[in-house]
């Protein structure tokens, strides 16, 4: 059976828009669209798509609470299934998380645990390293911490440029997460 999702955004959503693409063929439908932020170039895509959406403008509340509260009550209008953050910036609060248990998945542009955080392309292209890659999993109350669904490799060559890397990562996103939520769907984790 189609299982329901909200996914929620702070910036471009090119991770939303692949995943509304490649809905039909994972097995899920987006219900709605939550950006915490009126200049979210994510809604632009929802207008396009036709993807219901709404605004939750973060720095219209001063408690977290109350933003959080407003996402809760924005989700119960559907019947979803699972949360999917896609380049969501905030960092959601245990209560949020323990009602929604096991039931919020995440992309991270790194191999977890390595490069956790905001940065997680540039960090592993400064640091160094030759292979990092992107990760899907379950949000539990740590940042980046959850249990891993999937992962894929990306390679780092010599004559990479941060730029170039970018592009890599997000390719690889686009593969990885509509997969990693079909598994994920199907039970299979
Ligand atoms: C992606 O790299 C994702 O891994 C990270 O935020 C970025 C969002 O990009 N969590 P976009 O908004 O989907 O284009």
Not at 81 to 102: C, H, T
Not at 112 to 137: C, M, Q, W
Not at 143 to 148: A, Q
């Amino acid at each position: 059976m189609v299982k329901n999702i909200a996914v929620l955004v702070s910036g471009g959503g090119s991770n939303f828009e692949n995943l509304a693409l490649k809905s039909a063929e994972a097995g899920f439908e987006i219900k709605i669209l939550i950006a915490d932020s009126p200049d979210a170039y994510a809604v632009k895509r929802a207008e396009k798509l036709n993807i219901p959406h709404i605004i939750i403008d973060r720095s219209k509340y001063s408690a977290k609470k109350e933003f959080e509260t407003a996402v809760t009550e924005a989700v119960s209008n559907f019947n979803i299934d699972y949360i999917v953050l896609a380049g969501f910036m905030r960092i959601l609060s245990a209560e949020f998380i323990n009602f929604y248990k096991n039931r919020i998945i995440n992309i991270h542009p790194s191999l977890l645990p390595s490069f956790k955080g905001r940065n997680g392309i540039e960090d592993a292209y400064n640091y160094g390293v030759k292979v990092t890659g992107v990760t899907v999993h379950f949000v539990d109350a740590g940042i980046d911490t959850g249990k891993i669904i999937a992962q894929t490799a990306v390679i780092i060559e010599e004559d990479e440029t941060l730029l170039s890397l970018e592009e890599k990562i997000h390719q690889a996103e686009y593969e990885l997460y509509p997969a990693a939520l079909k598994k994920v769907l199907d039970g299979g984790v």
